[in-house]
Structure formats: structure tokens, C-alpha cells
């Protein structure tokens, strides 16, 4: 496959990606109404099924409208009231009605981001090499067996999952059909802190998850994948690379993101940090500096790792020795190891969230330790892990396409 196809593959799914992600953040403010007659004023039915914003705009609030009298509650729940009659019942807040594309968007980056390192690297073999040079040829093997193979270690890995999950649902007294039910329909039930669905907490968190590690994750690997290529022959920018991996190591994400908390806002009063409602942008900043500069250095000295010496055989040009095989070989290595550098950022991410208040999984994640609710955490824990098992699946499947040692 050419080099231009891939990286047009790439921008086109790293667009929608980010176009997805970005639409999974809109939100809008709504109210649920249920009408009745009776003594006691019952919410709307399934109101906690809504996805609530919660994390940016507070929890829903509720409104009891008799003939009598209006009463303003904070906490929607049932409410009695002091004689039979007439009455309606609101639920107001803001959702985010499209909080559902926020996985899709992750793993639309995810790919368009294995396919463009693929394509970067092709399109500078190419210009050095020529097309015919950057060419691989089939050595044998099945790409329908090749997918069974990878698949079935996926569905493994999940039920290993689902069972640490049904022995946290049984030590907390569930029954076990409500369990399997509950996992299979991703329905864990409410909040006992927020009071909403667990499904839509975790769906609204992953939205501003997605835009921040979508950006970061795809500024990350291609940068790294330009500094490598120009590194391979210049000594200048490798040593750069080399060093730059201490920030990595010695000013890990979490730790950077303090410094830029205490530089760019309490000192200069550059960028602000907290929950954005209104303007993105601004703060989205920090967290992202915080992210993919330190990663960089990381990443691309992965990739430098198996380059570092490069042999000196005779009756090849140095240039096909250093473009066709060093690092054809150390990409094949890259590649496949491109899920775990997004799941690695994705953990980083978690602790920077909750560092800058960021409304993600990380900060959902906090507030669950803080107030004992262990559904949250839960829910953050599968969503975690079918990011991770369904990116090793994507990236397992796409490189079994673009590899040519991998026919039908």
C-alpha cells in the first residue's frame, strides 16, 4: 500500500475522531417531567438514565410544582408531600446527548494514528529509496487465522475480566443473573454519590477522556515518528532525543503537570486550569503539554532503542541498510507495541485529570475513592480494560493488514 493512501487514511480518521470526540462534549440543558396525582411525588421514570454532566455542571436539581406551593429540591429523590394532589415533577440539568461516540472517537484516533506512523515512515523509505526498494513481499500465512488467533485472545482476557467483575458484584451481596445481565448490557446500576447511572457517568467522563488523550496520543506519535527519521543520521538530533527521554523519566506527566500548574497559572497568569463549561481551549492547554511532551521523548526513543549502531555491510548502499532494513525492523517493533504506549498514556492522563480538575475518567475516578462508591470505580475499571482490550484487538488487526507477511 502506498505511503500517500495511508497517511490520507490517517488524517481522514484522525479528523472524524477528533470531530466525534469534540461532539461528544456539547452539552445542552434539559428537563424531565412527570405528572401525577398523589401524596407522594415520584421523580420521572428512568430519569437517571440521561446523560447527566455532572462533572461540569453539578448534579441534576429538582422541581415539585403543586396547585399550593413550589418546592426547590437539591437532591432528586422521592419526596412525600402533605396531602394528596396534583403535582409535576422536573429534573433539570445538562446532558450530553452525545456522550455515546466518545469510545468510537477513541478508537477512530487510535487506528488513524497506527495507520499515519505507518505512512510517515513508508513516505520517507520511498523518498530516499524510491517505491520499488520500500515494498514488502508475503512470506506465507493466513490473515483468517491470524484474526482468530488474535481474537481469541481477546475474548479470553475478557472473560477474565467479567469474572474479577462478578466477584465484586457477589462480595457486595448481587445475585449473579442481575450481575451477567448488568455486564453484558453495561448496567451497573446507580451512583450512591451522584444518584445517576453508572453508564452515563462513565460515558460523560470518557468524552473529555477521548479529546485529550485523541490529540496528545496522535501529536505524540507522529512528532516522535518525524524526530526519529531525522535522527537516524543526525547526530545533533538523536542526542537530543536521548536526553530528551529524561523528562519522561525523571518529570513523569503528573509531576510536570504541577510545575506548569505553579508556571503558567499562579506565576505568569497565563493559562487557567479547573472544569471548562464554556471555553475549551484554555484549558485544555496544560494538561495537553503535560501529556505528549514528556511522551515524546519516551516514544522515540523506543523506536531509537534498536537503531543505535547500525552494521556496515559491503555491497549495500548505507542508505538502504538505514531506511529498508534498520528501520523497517525497528517499526515492525513499534507497531506492535503502539496499544500499550496508549494505554500507558491513558494511566498517565488518569493522574493528570485529577491534578487539573480535568472532567475525565481520572477525576471521576477520584471522587469514587473519596466518597466510598465503589460502582464508579468499578465502571471506570471495565471501561478501562475494554479500552485496552479493544485497542490491542484494532491495532493486532490493522497491522495484520498492512503487513505483508500476512496473506490470505
Avoid at 445538562?94 to 487506528?111: D, G, H, K, N, R
Avoid at 508556571?263 to 464554556?278: A, Q
Amino acid at each position: 500500500m502506498k505511503s500517500s493512501t495511508l497517511i490520507y487514511t490517517s488524517i481522514l480518521l484522525l479528523s472524524l475522531g477528533l470531530i466525534l470526540a469534540y461532539s461528544s462534549l456539547d452539552s445542552e440543558k434539559i428537563q424531565v417531567i412527570n405528572y401525577n396525582y398523589s401524596n407522594i411525588a415520584f421523580p420521572p421514570v428512568n430519569w437517571q438514565e440521561y446523560y447527566w454532566s455532572v462533572l461540569v455542571y453539578g448534579k441534576p436539581n429538582a422541581t415539585i410544582i403543586t396547585p399550593n406551593q413550589t418546592i426547590f429540591v437539591n437532591n432528586v429523590s422521592v419526596f412525600p408531600l402533605n396531602e394528596t394532589t396534583k403535582y409535576v415533577y422536573i429534573v433539570s440539568g445538562y446532558v450530553q446527548p452525545y456522550a455515546y461516540l466518545s469510545p468510537i472517537a477513541l478508537f477512530l484516533v487510535l487506528t488513524g494514528t497506527f495507520v499515519g506512523f505507518k505512512g510517515t515512515i513508508l513516505y520517507f523509505q520511498s523518498r530516499v529509496l524510491g517505491e520499488e526498494l520500500t515494498k514488502g513481499y508475503a512470506v506465507g500465512g493466513s490473515l483468517y487465522r491470524y484474526f482468530l488467533k488474535r481474537f481469541s485472545s481477546f475474548l479470553f482476557s475478557a472473560f477474565l475480566i467479567i469474572l474479577v467483575v462478578i466477584l465484586l458484584e457477589t462480595l457486595h451481596g448481587r445475585p449473579l443473573d442481575k450481575t451477567l445481565l448488568g455486564i453484558f448490557t453495561f448496567n451497573l446500576g446507580n451512583s450512591s454519590f451522584f444518584g445517576i447511572s453508572i453508564t452515563s457517568l462513565v460515558f460523560t467522563s470518557l468524552s473529555y477522556t477521548s479529546i485529550l488523550l485523541g490529540i496528545s496520543f496522535a501529536l505524540t506519535v507522529y512528532l516522535s515518528a518525524f524526530l526519529v527519521i531525522y535522527g537516524i543520521k543526525n547526530k545533533i538530533i538523536r542526542c537530543i532525543i536521548d536526553k530528551w527521554k529524561y523528562i519522561g523519566t525523571a518529570l513523569a506527566s503528573w509531576v510536570f503537570a504541577i510545575i506548569l500548574i505553579y508556571l503558567l497559572h499562579f506565576f505568569l497568569h497565563v493559562f487557567p486550569y479547573g472544569t471548562p463549561k464554556d471555553d475549551l481551549l484554555p484549558y485544555l492547554v496544560m494538561p495537553l503539554i503535560s501529556l505528549f511532551f514528556p511522551y515524546i521523548g519516551i516514544f522515540s526513543n523506543r523506536f531509537l532503542l534498536n537503531a543505535k549502531s547500525v552494521p556496515n555491510y559491503k555491497g549495500l548502499k548505507q542508505d538502504i541498510l538505514i531506511y529498508r532494513h534498520v528501520i523497517g525492523n525497528v517499526t515492525v517493533v513499534v507497531l506492535s507495541s503502539i496499544s500499550s504506549a496508549l494505554i500507558e498514556m491513558l494511566l498517565a492522563e488518569m493522574l493528570v485529570e485529577g491534578i487539573f480538575l480535568w472532567p475525565g475518567l481520572g477525576e471521576l475516578l477520584k471522587i469514587a475513592i473519596f466518597h466510598g462508591d465503589y460502582k464508579i470505580a468499578e465502571g471506570v475499571m471495565i471501561i478501562y480494560s475494554t479500552i485496552a482490550l479493544t485497542s490491542n484487538l484494532i491495532t493486532d488487526i490493522v497491522y495484520g493488514i498492512l503487513d505483508p507477511r500476512v496473506t490470505r
